[in-house]
C-alpha cells in the first residue's frame, strides 16, 4: 500500500460521495469505505505488516483520510436531505387561497355556529373562554354554587349520576355550566370575565329539552361589579346577536341559589300570527338567567366578599339558535338527519364576527 493508492482511493471515493445522487447512495459509500470490511478500513489492517516508523507515518495518513471522507459524506447527506425536504414541501403545499370545492358538502352545525357567534360578540366586549369537565362532582355542580345538600333545587335539574366511585363520590354529568364559574374562580384572581360555553345534561326529553344540550355561562367578578354592568353587557349581547340595535329587555326577579338579587331576562318579540319575531312589538321572551354571584360562592372559592363582586349569566345554546334561526323542535338538533343539517347548517368558511357572519 503507498500513499499513491491512499490518495487515488480518496480522491475516488470523494468523487463518487459528490456524485452520490440519493441518501441511500451516500449511505452505501459509507458502508463501502468506512464499514467493517470498507476500502480504508481494509487499509489499517495492512498497518500491522509495516515497520513501526512506516506503521506511525501511514496510521496517521488513513486517519486524516477517514476524516475527510466521514466529513464529506456527512456534508452531502445533509445537502441531500435539505433537498429531499424541500422537494417534499413543495409536492404537499396547497393553495389556500383557491376557493373551497364546490362539492363540499359539509356544513357547519347550528350549535357551532351560534356558539362562534357567541364567543365573537363578547371577545369584542374583553371576555376570555374557560371550559371544565362534562362529569363533575356534587361540589362544582351543587355544593359550591349554594345549593345546600337535600336543597330542593337540586331535584330539579334530573341529575345523571355515576354509579359511587371507589373514592365514595357520586360523580355526575354537569347539569349547567355554572360548576366552571366555581373552577374558574378557584383557579385563578380577579379581575375575571369568562364566557363557558359547553355541554350540559338533564334527564329530560321532549319537544323543548334533550338529555344533552348546551350552554354558555358569563361570569365576570372584580372590585366594582354591579347589576348595571350586568344589564349593559347582556343588553348588547341579545341587541348584537339578534341584530336589533334598538331591541329592549326587561329583569323580572327570579331565584337561583348562585346568585343575590336574582333575575331572567326577556327580550322584546310578537308572536302575532303565530309567528315569533323579535323586536320590539309588546310582548316579551325569556331569554336567560343572571344575577350577581352569591356572597357564599364567592366564600367558597376563597374570594372576600367584601372585597370581590360580580356577575353571572347562564343561557341554553339552542333555545337562541332556534330563535334566531327559526329551527322549531330542539330534538332534530341531534338526528343527524342530512337534510336537516344541509338546511340549516352554515358555509364552514363564513366565521362570525361582529363585522361580518353574524347575521345573515
Ligand atoms: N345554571 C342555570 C341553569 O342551568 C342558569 C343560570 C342562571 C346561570 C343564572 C347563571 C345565572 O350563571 O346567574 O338553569
Same mark, same amino acid.
Given at each position: 500500500?503507498?500513499?499513491?493508492?491512499?490518495?487515488?482511493?480518496?480522491?475516488?471515493?470523494?468523487?463518487?460521495?459528490?456524485?452520490?445522487?440519493?441518501?441511500?447512495?451516500?449511505?452505501?459509500?459509507?458502508?463501502?469505505?468506512?464499514?467493517?470490511? +470498507?476500502?480504508?478500513?481494509?487499509?489499517? =489492517? /495492512?498497518?500491522? @505488516?509495516? &515497520?513501526? #516508523?512506516? *506503521?506511525? %507515518?501511514? +496510521?496517521?495518513?488513513?486517519?486524516?483520510? =477517514? /476524516?475527510?471522507? @466521514?466529513? &464529506?459524506? #456527512?456534508? *452531502?447527506? %445533509?445537502?441531500?436531505?435539505?433537498?429531499?425536504?424541500?422537494?417534499?414541501?413543495?409536492?404537499?403545499?396547497?393553495?389556500?387561497?383557491?376557493?373551497?370545492?364546490?362539492?363540499?358538502?359539509?356544513?357547519?352545525?347550528?350549535?357551532?355556529?351560534?356558539?362562534?357567534?357567541?364567543?365573537?360578540?363578547?371577545?369584542?366586549?374583553?371576555?376570555?373562554?374557560?371550559?371544565?369537565?362534562?362529569?363533575?362532582?356534587?361540589?362544582?355542580?351543587?355544593?359550591?354554587?349554594?345549593?345546600?345538600?337535600?336543597?330542593?333545587?337540586?331535584?330539579?335539574?334530573?341529575?345523571?349520576?355515576?354509579?359511587?366511585?371507589?373514592?365514595?363520590?357520586?360523580?355526575?354529568?354537569?347539569?349547567?355550566?355554572?360548576?366552571?364559574?366555581?373552577?374558574?374562580?378557584?383557579?385563578?384572581?380577579?379581575?375575571?370575565?369568562?364566557?363557558?360555553?359547553?355541554?350540559?345534561?338533564?334527564?329530560?326529553?321532549?319537544?323543548?329539552?334533550?338529555?344533552?344540550?348546551?350552554?354558555?355561562?358569563?361570569?365576570?367578578?372584580?372590585?366594582?361589579?354591579?347589576?348595571?354592568?350586568?344589564?349593559?353587557?347582556?343588553?348588547?349581547?341579545?341587541?348584537?346577536?339578534?341584530?336589533?340595535?334598538?331591541?329592549?329587555?326587561?329583569?323580572?326577579?327570579?331565584?337561583?341559589?348562585?346568585?343575590?338579587?336574582?333575575?331572567?331576562?326577556?327580550?322584546?318579540?310578537?308572536?302575532?300570527?303565530?309567528?315569533?319575531?323579535?323586536?320590539?312589538?309588546?310582548?316579551?321572551?325569556?331569554?336567560?338567567?343572571?344575577?350577581?354571584?352569591?356572597?357564599?360562592?364567592?366564600?367558597?372559592?376563597?374570594?372576600?366578599?367584601?372585597?370581590?363582586?360580580?356577575?353571572?349569566?347562564?343561557?341554553?345554546?339552542?333555545?337562541?339558535?332556534?330563535?334566531?334561526?327559526?329551527?322549531?323542535?330542539?330534538?332534530?338538533?341531534?338526528?343527524?338527519?342530512?337534510?336537516?343539517?344541509?338546511?340549516?347548517?352554515?358555509?364552514?368558511?363564513?366565521?362570525?364576527?361582529?363585522?361580518?357572519?353574524?347575521?345573515?
Amino acid at each position: 500500500m503507498t500513499n499513491t493508492t491512499l490518495t487515488t482511493l480518496r480522491d475516488q471515493i470523494l468523487a463518487d460521495c459528490t456524485a452520490a445522487p440519493d441518501i441511500a447512495a451516500i449511505e452505501a459509500l459509507r458502508v463501502s469505505a468506512l464499514g467493517k470490511k +470498507g476500502s480504508i478500513t481494509g487499509l489499517m =489492517k /495492512d498497518l500491522g @505488516a509495516m &515497520a513501526p #516508523e512506516e *506503521r506511525r %507515518a501511514f +496510521g496517521q495518513q488513513i486517519n486524516v483520510v =477517514k /476524516d475527510e471522507v @466521514a466529513a &464529506a459524506l #456527512e456534508s *452531502r447527506k %445533509a445537502v441531500l436531505e435539505a433537498a429531499a425536504l424541500e422537494a417534499r414541501l413543495a409536492s404537499e403545499s396547497m393553495d389556500v387561497t383557491l376557493p373551497v370545492r364546490p362539492e363540499t358538502k359539509g356544513t357547519l352545525h347550528p350549535i357551532s355556529q351560534t356558539m362562534d357567534e357567541v364567543a365573537a360578540i363578547f371577545a369584542q366586549m374583553g371576555f376570555e373562554i374557560a371550559d371544565g369537565p362534562d362529569i363533575e362532582d356534587d361540589f362544582h355542580n351543587f355544593t359550591a354554587l349554594n345549593f345546600p345538600p337535600g336543597h330542593p333545587a337540586r331535584e330539579m335539574h334530573d341529575t345523571f349520576f355515576l354509579p359511587t366511585a371507589e373514592d365514595g363520590q357520586r360523580y355526575l354529568l354537569r347539569t349547567h355550566t355554572s360548576p366552571v364559574q366555581i373552577r374558574t374562580m378557584m383557579s385563578r384572581k380577579p379581575p375575571i370575565r369568562v364566557i363557558i360555553p359547553g355541554r350540559t345534561y338533564r334527564c329530560d326529553y321532549d319537544m323543548t329539552h334533550t338529555p344533552m344540550f348546551h350552554q354558555v355561562e358569563l361570569l365576570v367578578i372584580d372590585t366594582a361589579t354591579n347589576m348595571s354592568h350586568l344589564r349593559g353587557c347582556l343588553q348588547e349581547f341579545v341587541r348584537t346577536y339578534f341584530g336589533v340595535d334598538d331591541l329592549t329587555t326587561r329583569f323580572r326577579p327570579s331565584f337561583f341559589p348562585f346568585t343575590e338579587p336574582s333575575a331572567e331576562m326577556d327580550i322584546g318579540c310578537s308572536r302575532k300570527g303565530g309567528e315569533l319575531k323579535i323586536g320590539n312589538y309588546g310582548d316579551w321572551l325569556e331569554i336567560l338567567g343572571c344575577g350577581m354571584v352569591h356572597p357564599n360562592v364567592l366564600r367558597a372559592c376563597g374570594l372576600d366578599p367584601d372585597v370581590y363582586q360580580g356577575f353571572a349569566a347562564g343561557m341554553g345554546i339552542e333555545r337562541i339558535a332556534m330563535l334566531k334561526y327559526g329551527i322549531p323542535d330542539l330534538r332534530t338538533f341531534f338526528e343527524s338527519d342530512l337534510r336537516w343539517l344541509r338546511h340549516y347548517g352554515f358555509a364552514a368558511l363564513d366565521i362570525p364576527s361582529v363585522t361580518g357572519g353574524l347575521t345573515r
